[in-house]
């Protein structure tokens, strides 16, 4: 198996991760010069208080790729990317979030994926679900999961 694409998902509680999930993007594509595409999904509230913090005019047609690109945690984990030489794109879309970042892998015939996760108990899966979870079961590569510290 070859490793030209690798999808990493950056979810909004991913601050604490950014050097592990940076540092993860770059053990994995660097040798095998593979391109990284950091995806992050909006809820549909969150995307638009986001478009409103950013100051984005409503009327103009602004994207998820474009809101994405100006999320700290994707534009900290890209310069750590340009920083080690590994090519990379941001992407960002609105909806569920296991649903669009299985999407999205497929979309870009991802041959990894990178998550992270908030090791919820059992129980608490159970009761609010599990977005990291979601992706691992139904992924359709393999999945590296990132911890939080």
């Known amino acids: 198996m070859s490793l030209e694409t690798v999808v990493v998902a950056?979810?909004?509680?991913?601050e604490e991760r950014v050097a592990s999930i940076a540092a993860t993007a770059i053990d994995i594509a660097e040798p095998a010069g593979a391109t990284v595409h950091l995806v992050h999904v909006f809820s549909d509230e969150r995307y638009e208080a986001v478009k409103r913090q950013l100051e984005f005019d409503p009327d103009a047609g602004v994207s998820p790729d474009?809101?994405?690109?100006?999320?700290?945690?994707?534009?900290?984990?890209?310069?750590?990317l340009d920083d080690a030489g590994v090519e990379y794109a941001w992407h960002?879309?609105?909806?569920?979030?296991?649903?669009?970042?299985?999407?999205?892998?497929t979309a870009f015939d991802a041959d990894m994926l990178i998550v992270g996760g908030r090791g919820r108990s059992p129980t608490g899966k159970?009761?609010?679900?599990s977005t990291a979870q979601e992706i691992l079961l139904n992924a359709g590569c393999p999945v590296t999961y990132i911890r939080k510290p």
């Open 92 to 105: 960002g879309a609105v909806g569920d979030t296991s649903d669009e970042v299985l999407a999205l892998a």
């Open 10 to 14: 950056i979810g909004d509680d991913d």
């Open 126 to 129: 159970a009761v609010f679900g």
């Open 66 to 80: 474009t809101v994405a690109k100006r999320h700290a945690t994707i534009r900290e984990v890209g310069t750590t």
